[in-house]
């Protein structure tokens, strides 16, 4: 009898924690970080110690959820090496399958635009050979009153005869 009872409450306890386990699980509700790739880049001020480049950067989301993406900060590398970094407060909304567009503003030292320059100019005449770049990063997300802090690389090749089109 007592052994019966026992089992009846591991039973009971079961039934209710696992449920509860479950909703705190999918409590965000993300089952896939949001990828975050590089869309369009511009050159937005030359200075003479540094330099602005606006980033357009298109979050896509591949739930079934939507987020608000509220801050997102990043490095920008060129060949390698670090070449500009920025950050960006935001509130983006991304819908469920979906993607939008984020600004973010990155700053590039003189030393290291010079370094880029020289290394893109041996890599090919005139610096048109496109140039491998990798953006890293981390993305804060607002997703049902969860704030939730995703990285994210993206890698690709860029053209340099972009980069002095502004808009």
Do not use: W
Request: net charge positive; with cysteine.
């Amino acid at each position: 009898m007592f052994i019966q009872r026992r089992h009846a409450l591991r039973l009971i306890a079961a039934c209710i924690l696992f449920p509860v386990l479950g909703a705190c699980a999918m409590l965000h509700g993300l089952r896939e970080s949001p990828q975050v790739a590089l869309a369009d880049i511009q050159l937005a001020k030359a200075g003479l110690m540094e330099s602005e480049f606006l980033l357009h950067l298109r979050v896509t989301n591949p739930n079934d959820v939507a987020f608000e993406v509220s801050a997102l900060s990043c490095v920008l590398k060129l060949d390698g090496r670090p070449f500009a970094r920025g950050l960006a407060s935001s509130r983006t909304r991304v819908g469920p399958y979906d993607s939008a567009l984020v600004p973010v503003s990155v700053y590039a030292s003189v030393t290291d635009m010079a370094g880029a320059l020289a290394r893109l100019m041996r890599a090919g005449v005139g610096g048109a050979a496109p140039a491998r770049y990798e953006l890293e990063g981390t993305v804060l997300l607002d997703v049902h009153g969860s704030r939730l802090k995703r990285p994210f690389v993206s890698r690709g090749q860029l053209s340099l005869d972009r980069l002095g089109e502004g808009k």
